[in-house]
């Protein structure tokens, strides 16, 4: 085994981690290849699953002709947009299209599997096991966020920033806008719901 610095929220402690691949199968001897098969489920979930997811939610909220035209709901602002989660807003999608087509469920899902196979087969869900930080689109990132990250960049503490970020989070932010301005986004969501949470608690509710 070796020792690995693990960006844990606030922290950084040091865990025991395999060395090598031999290692690695040897800590699980009843699956076949389980670095591989545990590598190739982290890839898809980083980087595949949530452009497919993201590319589903589009095109049922799309107000092209091409799209489904479901409006997905916001319950925040423009500036500061809490859209309702993916998962969630899809299950609503496909009620309201088995409402409105007389089809079951099976039936709606049925009719838009080539649709989510064409978005699955699409260059930007690639499987690319370089890449460390998710490629969907994530949560919405409202006009302040970026705003923040470009005022972040102006002033020259990108990388200072995108480190604090990536501590706070467990992940590895980037220094561009985009990124910056998403790592804000999602540390002010969890910054709101610690908030919530401790309200909760104090009212006892």
Same mark, same amino acid.
Request: overall charge negative; hydrophobic content about 40%; charged content about 25%.
């Given at each position: 085994?070796?020792?690995?610095?693990?960006?844990?929220?606030?922290?950084?402690?040091?865990?025991?981690?395999?060395?090598?691949?031999?290692?690695?199968?040897?800590?699980?001897?009843?699956?076949?290849?389980?670095?591989?098969?545990?590598?190739?489920?982290?890839?898809?979930?980083?980087?595949?699953?949530?452009?497919?997811?993201?590319?589903?939610?589009?095109?049922?909220?799309?107000?092209?002709?091409?799209?489904?035209?479901?409006?997905?709901?916001?319950?925040?602002?423009?500036?500061?947009?809490?859209?309702?989660?993916?998962?969630?807003?899809?299950?609503?999608?496909?009620?309201? +299209?088995? =409402?409105?087509? *007389?089809? %079951?469920? #099976?039936?709606?899902?049925? @009719? $838009? &599997?080539?649709?989510?196979?064409?978005?699955?087969?699409?260059?930007?869900?690639?499987?690319?096991?370089?890449?460390?930080?998710?490629?969907?689109?994530?949560?919405?990132?409202?006009?302040?966020?970026?705003?923040?990250?470009?005022?972040?960049?102006?002033?020259?503490?990108?990388?200072?920033?995108?480190?604090? +970020?990536? =501590?706070?989070? *467990?992940? %590895?932010? #980037?220094?561009?806008?985009? @990124? $910056? &301005?998403?790592?804000?986004?999602?540390?002010?969501?969890?910054?709101?719901?610690?908030?919530?949470?401790?309200?909760?608690?104090?009212?006892?509710?």
């Amino acid at each position: 085994m070796t020792s690995k610095v693990l960006p844990v929220l606030y922290w950084t402690p040091t865990i025991s981690v395999p060395e090598n691949e031999t290692e690695y199968n040897s800590l699980a001897p009843k699956r076949a290849n389980a670095q591989n098969e545990d590598a190739v489920a982290s890839t898809c979930y980083r980087s595949v699953s949530p452009v497919i997811r993201d590319g589903i939610a589009t095109y049922f909220d799309a107000d092209a002709p091409a799209g489904l035209g479901i409006k997905r709901k916001n319950f925040g602002t423009e500036d500061e947009p809490q859209l309702e989660k993916e998962g969630v807003f899809v299950k609503r999608a496909v009620a309201e +299209l088995m =409402a409105s087509r *007389g089809e %079951t469920e #099976a039936q709606v899902v049925a @009719s $838009l &599997a080539a649709k989510v196979q064409e978005i699955a087969d699409s260059p930007d869900a690639k499987f690319d096991p370089s890449l460390r930080e998710g490629t969907g689109a994530g949560p919405a990132i409202g006009k302040n966020d970026l705003k923040l990250a470009a005022a972040v960049i102006a002033d020259g503490r990108a990388t200072e920033i995108a480190g604090k +970020l990536s =501590a706070i989070l *467990g992940v %590895t932010v #980037a220094t561009d806008e985009k @990124s $910056l &301005a998403r790592a804000i986004a999602d540390n002010r969501r969890a910054l709101a719901a610690k908030a919530a949470a401790e309200q909760k608690a104090a009212l006892g509710l």
